[in-house]
């Protein structure tokens, strides 16, 4: 690893400079990189027409017709959000929300509930309540998905490059950490030679 420091003692940015080029360039690539929407509905009609509202914004369209397929979908792969219907069978919207909160990886992704049905208070509340981010009647305006859609997409995008700062910053402190210790240690082992050099000088002059 460079020592960050010149021949002359003077302190060099270059890799400074470097390290901060590097993470430019991959913050860049999270902007470029394609975003995951999930789509969640046991209507396969309802998934072409939000796929079609959704078609031109350039994001990769992940379609799920139950509470199994999504559990699959999220395996190994990142979603900004995730557009979940409520009224499914087998598993409601409201179980398969549950479900996601509870694992790791999506903990902490917006889900925002589309329905058709009971848009009661009581149910509203039992949307949020098991993690929600907007709960949404059918039939919504597009132009309010798209705008809704777009300002999650673009905090998962931040999320992602301060992510990637933070694994940046935790790699120079360590990379430095690591040169002051050999710093150090050569520090020592000069001292050490210097002192034994002029014992040998004063036993010479003895």
Same mark, same amino acid.
Request: charged share 30%.
């Given at each position: ?5 010149? *021949?002359?003692? !003077? ?23 394609? =975003?995951? &929407? ?6 396969? !009609?309802?998934? &072409?027409?939000?796929?079609? &509202?959704? +078609?031109?914004?350039?994001?990769? &369209?992940?379609?799920?017709?139950? +509470? ?7 395996? +190994? /792969?990142?979603?900004? =959000? ?21 694992? !790791?990886?999506?903990?902490? @992704? ?6 058709? +049905? ?9 949307? #949020? ?5 907007? #709960?949404?009647?059918? *039939? ?15 905090l998962h995008q931040k999320s992602l490059q301060l992510k990637q ?12 950490? !690591? ?22 000088? /004063?036993?010479?002059? @003895?």
């Amino acid at each position: 690893a460079q020592s960050g420091w010149a *021949p002359d003692g !003077e302190r060099s940015d270059a890799p400074v400079e470097g390290a901060y080029a590097n993470l430019e360039q991959r913050q860049r690539t999270v902007l470029e990189d394609q =975003v995951n &929407i999930l789509i969640v509905d046991d209507r396969q !009609e309802n998934i &072409i027409a939000l796929e079609a &509202i959704l +078609g031109d914004m350039g994001y990769n &369209i992940v379609a799920a017709h139950s +509470g199994r397929e999504v559990l699959r979908a999220v395996l +190994g /792969r990142e979603f900004a =959000v995730i557009l979940l219907d409520v009224r499914m069978p087998e598993m409601d919207g409201f179980e398969i929300a549950s479900l996601l909160r509870e694992r !790791e990886q999506t903990q902490h @992704t917006p889900i925002i509930f589309l329905t058709a +049905g009971d848009n009661s208070q009581d149910k509203v509340f039992l949307g #949020y309540s098991v993690g929600a981010v907007d #709960y949404m009647a059918k *039939p919504f305006d597009p132009v309010i998905l798209r705008a809704k859609i777009g300002v999650f997409v673009e905090l998962h995008q931040k999320s992602l490059q301060l992510k990637q700062l933070n694994e940046e910053l935790e790699r120079r402190v360590t990379e430095r950490t !690591e040169q002051l210790a050999e710093a150090n240690r050569d520090l020592t082992r000069e001292v050490t030679e210097r002192r034994r050099a002029e014992s040998e000088v /004063r036993l010479l002059n @003895t």
